[in-house]
């Protein structure tokens, strides 16, 4: 996967909303829309450790499988590697448990906050099941409606999680329903990424054959000593 080289631009911490949210994540601005700007076309959440897509309405509204072949296939600034954000099914923090085995219990409804953007709607933007969001902190064009995720729903086949920005409720409705998608990144997209290529077999034999030939020379010399 090709990194941006461009690196920390801004650096902005979000204290947001005079209500006050539970807490404020660090966005840093990554792959600016031009070298060395401000114009910044993701931002890096340190307290998530996703990099969002500063723009949450690049596309209209698309089905489960169209969203995720979306992301799939963003390329910004040569970093590839995009998808729609998880769904945490087991999360506790709802305000909704169904149990679906004696051992699982999921979670649906309101402040769902184990996933990305339900801590996004409700720890950082302040958000609120009668008023929606207070602001967008860095970002533009959240829209008040679904947000689908990446996560399918693991008992009822076809259909796949789904958050809304308009009243925080986290639903799962049937994956051909037409919903938006906001597209993030694991860890930080603007960082450079060391190498960790294997050197090509004929690299291989280019040291085998000097290794040899240094041992040969040793052998000499031990033998004119």
């Not at 031009?34 to 450790?49: C, E, F, I, K, V």
């Not at 087991?90 to 085995?101: E, H, Y």
Request: hydrophobic residues 40%; negative net charge.
């Amino acid at each position: 996967m090709k990194q941006h080289s461009t690196r920390w631009g801004l650096l902005a911490v979000l204290l947001l909303g005079t209500m006050g949210p539970a807490h404020a994540d660090t966005f840093v601005g990554v792959l600016p829309a031009t070298p060395g700007g401000s114009n910044y076309q993701a931002y890096y959440d340190s307290t998530l450790n996703l990099t969002l897509l500063a723009n949450a309405t690049i596309e209209n509204y698309m089905t489960w499988t169209q969203a995720n072949n979306w992301a799939a296939g963003l390329n910004i600034d040569g970093v590839t590697g995009w998808t729609l954000p998880k769904t945490n099914e087991v999360d506790p923090t709802c305000n909704g448990q169904a149990s679906i085995s004696a051992t699982v219990t999921i979670g649906y409804g309101t402040n769902c906050t184990g996933s990305p953007l339900g801590h996004l709607f409700y720890d950082v933007f302040g958000g609120t099941q009668t008023n929606g969001i207070a602001n967008e902190g860095p970002f533009q064009n959240i829209q008040p409606t679904g947000y689908w995720t990446s996560t399918p729903v693991s008992v009822v086949p076809g259909n796949a999680w789904a958050f809304s920005f308009f009243d925080g409720t986290q639903l799962f409705y049937q994956d051909s329903l037409r919903l938006y998608a906001w597209a993030v990144h694991a860890g930080d997209a603007g960082a450079p990424q060391t190498s960790t290529a294997t050197p090509e077999p004929g690299v291989f034999s280019l040291m085998l054959a000097g290794l040899l030939i240094v041992g040969f020379a040793v052998r000499r010399r031990l033998k004119r000593a």
